[in-house]
């Protein structure tokens, strides 16, 4: 739309651009004074795919003997020869000499192969265009100084393409470019485009008053607010009908999904795991596909439950499409709404993979061999043990990032903490991006740039802070459960100490799967499979043959314990290890821990590049719970941690929670789930809307008063609250 039928500026004076006759331009430009030759280019190709040789053949019957090629002055008699399938700039070299004598005929043939376009240069031709080089157009002149402006195509409006980036930053939007997004420091904004990435023309271009990164910089909602009120006139209702309509239909697809807050204008590597794929939803409700299988995993991650019957509604468009929608998901409301569930179970792990119910919502949800309808029908909470009022506060000052509007937050040491709200409120905001590295950079700890606030009070309560995320704990085979919990040392002392250890000489590093001088297995170096590197396709991870995922040469698995090898206890889940070793407080206390997080299935010697971002969050805090005697008062920030947790974990989550405020530690939780919010200490809510509307503290206080707040999670809590009850 801002192509086809917006309004153009010049990018050098700002006035109005409107198309000049070819006698206008050619009176203008005979009539330069003085000696000077300059050379006339028409430019006939911008960044456009195929081999041109019928543009070369014409262009040398009517006399031109030379152009400027992707950088290079060429001969075109013969034609070059350019790769069909890249991109080509192509100006043909009409002229050389004072533009007092330019002829009509010469002037008339350069428009002709420009497309109504010249470029006039100083001096003789040049390979690559110079920053002196004027560009002229009988379609696209400025009304002030004359300068030309190309054509534009929807190209000049993206920052990845070479004629729509700002040239200053690369398109980065950043001081610096590329470089600078790799350092550690928060990068300052481009003063050249001032952030918005756009080279100047595009930046210019206006559409009903509105430049494209002022239009971009609204959220979803307040964007397709201001299209639907968008009448075009004349010619330009034709062309504007098209993509006028699909821009309304896919605003309103993305505003369906629950993420009408986001602005349209903010990166793609900020969003999370669930608004990205509610993202790519709202893509597929608006391709019109039928007949297709779509497969989803907790879309619900990160959506407030007033979301939810939006994301219920636009999976049932999917089906009413003739499509197929199978979601993994522990929401009891999208679980009631589905026409056929599975439930599988038992239990995590090697003690689950059988299908234990299914048949309709109300058929499963009724049975007793269901373990999802028995956690739904155990209304009961984890109870929350009285604690005397709060001694010391923590006091975030004037938080003003992104969307907040000057809030002071505050935080009882020594409790539990949630924070709730609609998605797109400022949780993550004010917890993340604001008063966690606001407080380790007051502690003295390496942080990130915080967001703008005044001031934080209250530090000196706590020594640490952490944010156990859902980051991967490592990237290869090499980390495993067992290394990350620090088992697998006291594990690899045990085994040196067998008798038949002993005897063959054996030490601890003869246990190591990660050091070269140890007994691990040569085939694989210890990793128990083998990748092998495909050209155009991902890597293919095959089980070592040599050792059989052992990890380990046949003599280091000979020393048994209680009859397992040291391979055999890799095997091992943390459940059954945490009995096998139950002799053994070191090894058994952290396996127990994941046990009680809801783990318990996880491997020891599973690769951490195959855990979900909820199980390494889980082997966090378990680190943590075990740290040993030289623990000190800490604050932890977790971002939902009940994502990919069962019904019934949940409330193990709780308890293992508990147990780190009990020890003196102070936990801020952004969190939707009600049987959280009931177990903290103190909840504040950030509303009342998403996005603009959003922003403020709507509620602040223990979660009796958050039942009879009228706020969107007091209404939702308060209800959840009689249910299990």
Known sequence: LYAKVGEVYCPS??????????????????????????????????????????????????????????????????????????????????????????????????????NGA?????????????????????????????????????????????????????????????????????????????GTRLAPLPRGVRLFGETYPALCRRNVTAALAQAKTWRFDGAAAEVARAPHAELLRRLAFVDEVGLGYLALDRPAATLSGGEMQRLRLSAQLGSGLTGALYVLDEPSIGLHPRNTKNLLRNLRA????????????????????????????????????????????????????????RALRETGRVPRPERPAPEKWLELVGARAHNLKNVTFRVPAGRMVVVAGVSGSGKSTLVRKVFFPALRK???????????????????????????????????????????????????????????????????????????GGGRCPACDGQGAIVSEMAFLPDVVSPC?????????????????????????????????????????????????LVDLGVGYLALGQGSNTLSGGEAQRLKLAAELTAGSAHEPTVYVLDEPTTGLHLSDVRRLIAVLE?????GDTLVIVEHHPDVIASADWVVELGPEAGDGGGRIVFEGPPAGLRRARTETGRYFAEAAEAAE
């Open 318 to 373: 999917l089906v009413d499409t003739g499509s197929t929608v199978i979601v993994v998901e522990h929401d009891a409301e999208t679980i009631a709404a589905a026409d056929h569930v599975l439930d599988l179970g038992p239990t995590g792990g090697r003690g689950g993979g059988h299908i234990l119910a299914e048949g309709p919502a109300a058929v499963v949800l009724a049975s007793e061999a269901s373990p999802t309808a």
């Open 659 to 663: 147990r780190l405020v009990a020890r």
């Open 13 to 114: 004076c700002g006035a109005r651009v409107a198309p000049t006759s070819p006698d206008a331009l050619f009176t203008r430009l005979t009539a330069t004074p003085g000696g000077v030759r300059r050379t006339l280019y028409a430019p006939a190709v911008r960044a456009r795919k195929g081999t041109y040789l019928d543009l070369f053949t014409a262009a040398a019957r009517a006399g031109v003997t030379t152009a400027r090629v992707d950088g290079k002055l060429v001969a075109i008699d013969p034609p070059p020869r350019l790769a069909k399938t890249k991109e080509h700039t192509i100006d043909l070299i009409v002229y050389f000499g004072p533009l007092a004598e330019l002829d009509r005929v010469t002037f008339d043939r350069a428009l002709a192969f420009g």
């Open 545 to 593: 043959e040599a050792c059989g995922r052992a990890r380990f040469e046949p003599a280091t698995l000979d020393p048994k314990y209680k009859g397992l090898s040291i391979g055999d206890v890799l095997r091992l889940s943390a459940e059954d290890g945490a009995q096998v070793f139950a002799s053994m407080p070191k090894i058994a206390r952290p396996l127990s821990t």
């Open 442 to 516: 007051s502690l003295g700890l390496v942080a990130e740039t915080p967001g703008a606030y005044t001031a934080l009070k209250g530090a000196k309560a706590v020594r640490r802070a952490l944010s156990v995320d859902q980051s991967p704990i490592g990237r290869t085979p090499s980390s495993v459960p067992a290394t990350f919990l620090g088992v697998w040392d006291d594990i690899r002392k045990l085994y040196a100490s067998l008798p038949e250890a002993k005897a063959r000489g054996y030490t601890a590093g003869r246990f190591s799967f990660n050091s070269s």
């Open 118 to 194: 010249l470029r006039i240069g100083q001096g003789p031709p040049t390979a690559e265009p110079t920053p002196r080089e004027e560009l002229a157009s009988t379609a696209r002149a400025c009304t002030a100084c004359g300068t030309g402006v190309p054509e534009l195509d929807p190209r000049w409006f993206s920052f990845n393409t070479t004629q729509g980036q700002c040239d200053a930053c690369e398109g980065t939007g950043v001081e610096g470019g590329r470089e600078a997004l790799e350092g550690d420091e928060a990068p300052e904004p481009c003063r050249v485009c001032e």
